[in-house]
């Protein structure tokens, strides 16, 4: 039977998967796993049904269908498209629940059909005339008033028709390249004197805005409807048989094919060469009346039938962000600044040594609700200039464009500090800024590893190396997310800042062991991927199985691991009590009976983005003593075989307890969110008194800054 997501009215339930399940060897019966692919639709289907919450502002519920939009987007470039090259090599396996290739296809085109239909009627029939009661309109050309219609004829004349490039395709002219995303638009032409139509392709240039302004504030027309309204001035002379405008979607993975390159600089920039020629996997067309373009499209671009999907209310609706820039806080959520912790700047604001702070105490940051560029990024930059620091060391994996970060490490490098900056070149989307990065901090004399062959560096750590009373003490730094102050606004992740002796140790080793060379490398306090999280995890795991108050809580990203799902289902079916946080893609049956009937999942989706990965064990550290480790893992292959994590143990009693009082707080019962069902659904808290986590954590942030915990005291 094939997977299907269906979302009711009210949006409450969102069911995954239709078909049974089996008691019977979990680690071999496909029944007891969820597709990982349709788990993640269900993950966007989540998103998406945040658009017609009602609760929340309106141009929120806007930016949630942008945000949906854009993940699908990615999900094609990279999850379809790996599905297609495996169909097209004749790969033979089959998914841990039993699908092969093709019949994961099938399912997710059945899957999208079904979310995006519920998306265009969300846009169309919901959005839509709210935003006009608030004079937010997105008109059509031949609707606009004599006003705005010589606006966006001069717009047109003065911006846009100059950098137009009409291409024809015939005999002497073949069929253009199609660049992943882009905005086109299919035309056929006729000359007067003949019967046959002649194609021709209009792309629509980035430069332009998507949405054009008219006279009134919260007035726009779509560039496209702008183009269409003047083609006789691209193709003069010529009659306009019709229109089609259309997007695709390309092959955007990278492959690389030789981890043993001498060069691997130099074979990431080819591959990102090649990225630009990826097969096209999607067809995304706005209308279904050119059959005549479709039937073009669909032959030059080697596309089936089941890899075109129409779009008839606006098609890349990640375009719909630039309304959030309109000057209407009253459709937006309440501004809110991250709070500064009374540990990083004292009770009066006045300038605290983060060095003595952590001396005396670890410090833990809750983000976004306080401070990144106060916290992490502030250290950092102490660093830099203290004259008693003689070196930093850290991971760089996702960072902003313009990193104060970036700024503070190449200005201590020309202060004479030792700096060694690990540099994941391979994270996808990001992989031309990385390299960017990394010859701006080879230039200034910073010592630079690009990852490790066959292996991705997505631990988030720093090291800090600091000369004090004739000794050198380490200061390290451990995030659930990246040195990025953009997303570090956006994203809930956790970081801690510490001068434990032993963690310093162990971090000294670690570095070492990423940039020389190292044999097998045992740690105390750290879970280090791939060679001991795995193993380290299945420890803590079967340890609980022997308690009699086993109890486990973990959150994470994504649950897809076969291994650790089995793992779970066994520790379950031992009397362990088990409460997973996963807020994408979740592999796992949680309540079946006999198999997981103490395993619960649940899934928080809301303003800011769920990214900490926190595990904690009630007996981890001993029978009765509990045990947290956070860090950059979630519990899928890649993380636990195929890249550098981190999870570190924390060892301070009141970093711990804000830890495990954040969980307790995630897994309340009336918390938003969703709860995962047996049989694949999720249903949705929909109760009038639900508790808004984030909203609460905003509070909580205020709160202890307002209590004036002072330095060295909380």
């Known amino acids: 039977m094939v997977e299907e997501i269906e979302m009711e009215a009210d949006s409450a339930v969102l069911s995954l998967d239709g078909r049974g399940y089996s008691v019977a060897s979990f680690d071999d019966n496909p029944t007891n796993y969820f597709n990982r692919e349709l788990s993640w639709l269900a993950f966007n289907g989540r998103v998406l049904s945040l658009a017609m919450d009602v609760k929340i502002p309106l141009l929120e519920r806007l930016k949630f269908l942008a945000i949906y939009s854009g993940n699908l987007d990615e999900f094609f470039q990279v999850r379809v498209a790996g599905l297609h090259d495996v169909v097209a090599g004749e790969v033979r396996f089959r998914s841990p629940d039993g699908r092969t290739p093709d019949e994961q296809l099938e399912a997710i085109r059945h899957a999208v059909v079904q979310l995006e239909l519920h998306r265009q009627d969300i846009f169309t029939n919901q959005l839509v005339p709210q935003l006009e009661l608030q004079g937010i309109t997105i008109h059509r050309y031949e609707d606009l008033r004599a006003d705005d219609i010589k606006i966006a004829d001069a717009y047109f004349d003065d911006q846009v028709f100059p950098i137009l490039t009409p291409l024809a395709v015939d005999p002497g002219h073949p069929f253009p390249y199609i660049s992943d995303l882009s905005l086109n638009l299919g035309v056929r032409v006729r000359r007067p004197s003949e019967e046959r139509a002649r194609f021709a392709r209009v792309k629509i240039p980035d430069q332009l805005d998507r949405l054009v302004k ?23 002379g010529l009659d306009i048989v019709e229109h089609l405008a259309f997007r695709v979607t390309r092959n955007a993975d990278l492959n690389y094919r030789d981890e043993e390159a001498d060069d691997l600089l130099e074979l990431v920039e080819m591959e990102l060469r090649r990225r630009r020629f990826g097969n096209a996997v999607r067809l995304e067309i706005g209308s279904t009346d050119s059959e005549a373009i479709r039937s073009l499209l669909r032959r030059e671009l080697e596309l089936d039938d089941a890899d075109i999907y129409v779009d008839k209310s606006f098609l890349a609706m990640s375009d719909l962000w630039a309304l959030m820039k309109l000057d209407r806080s009253d459709l937006r959520f309440d501004d809110f600044s991250p709070v500064v912790p009374a540990r990083v700047s004292g009770r009066s604001g006045d300038t605290v040594d983060l060095f003595d702070e952590l001396r005396d105490r670890d410090l833990l940051v809750h983000h976004p609700y306080e ?20 070196a930093i060391k850290m991971t760089l994996y996702r960072t902003s464009s313009d990193s104060p970060i970036i700024r503070a490490l190449v200005r201590a490098a020309e202060r004479g500090k030792q700096v060694a900056v690990l540099i994941e070149l391979k994270a996808r989307f990001d992989e031309r800024a990385n390299i960017g990065w990394a010859r701006t901090l080879e230039q200034a004399g910073v010592h630079v590893t690009y990852g490790l062959p066959g292996l991705k560096i997505h631990a988030k750590i720093t090291m800090i190396v600091r000369r004090e009373a004739g000794q ?55 879970l280090v991927a791939p060679d001991g999280l795995r193993s380290g995890l299945n420890a803590l795991i079967r340890q609980e199985m022997r308690s009699p108050t086993g109890r486990i809580i973990m959150k994470m990203n994504s649950l ?49 983005l769920e990214h900490a990965r926190v595990y904690y064990f009630a007996n981890g550290a001993g029978e009765g003593e509990s045990l947290v480790y956070m860090g950059s893992a979630d519990l899928m292959q890649r993380n636990l075989d195929h890249r550098v994590e981190t999870l570190v143990a924390l060892s301070d009693p009141s970093v711990a307890k804000r830890i495990e009082d954040a969980l307790q707080l995630d897994l309340e019962p009336n918390v938003q969110g969703w709860n995962l069902s047996p049989d694949g659904s999720w249903h949705r808290n929909t109760s009038d008194d639900r508790l808004d986590l984030h909203a609460e954590f905003e509070r909580q942030a205020i709160a202890r800054r307002k209590s004036g915990t002072a330095p060295g005291r909380g």
């Open 214 to 236: 008219l006279s009134t504030p919260g007035s726009f027309l779509r560039i496209e409807d702008l183009i269409v309204a003047h083609l006789d001035q691209l193709f003069p």
């Open 371 to 390: 401070s990144f560029s106060a916290s992490t990024q502030e250290l950092i930059r102490r660093a830099a200039k203290d004259p008693d620091v003689v």
């Open 560 to 608: 897809v691991d076969p291994g650790m799902i089995g793992l779970l289902y066994e520790a379950s079916q031992s009397g362990v009590e088990i409460d997973l946080i996963v807020r994408g893609i979740c592999g796992l049956r949680p309540g079946v009976p006999g198999l997981s009937d103490n395993i619960r999942v649940r899934s928080i989706i809301g303003r800011y």
């Open 472 to 526: 050198m003490v380490r200061y390290c730094h451990f995030g659930t997310g990246n040195y990025n102050q953009g997303t570090a606004k956006l994203y809930g992740d956790f970081s801690l800042m510490t001068a434990n002796e032993k963690l310093g140790d162990e971090v000294a080793v670690l570095f070492n062991t990423l940039t020389g060379y190292g044999g097998e490398v045992s740690y105390d306090e750290l």
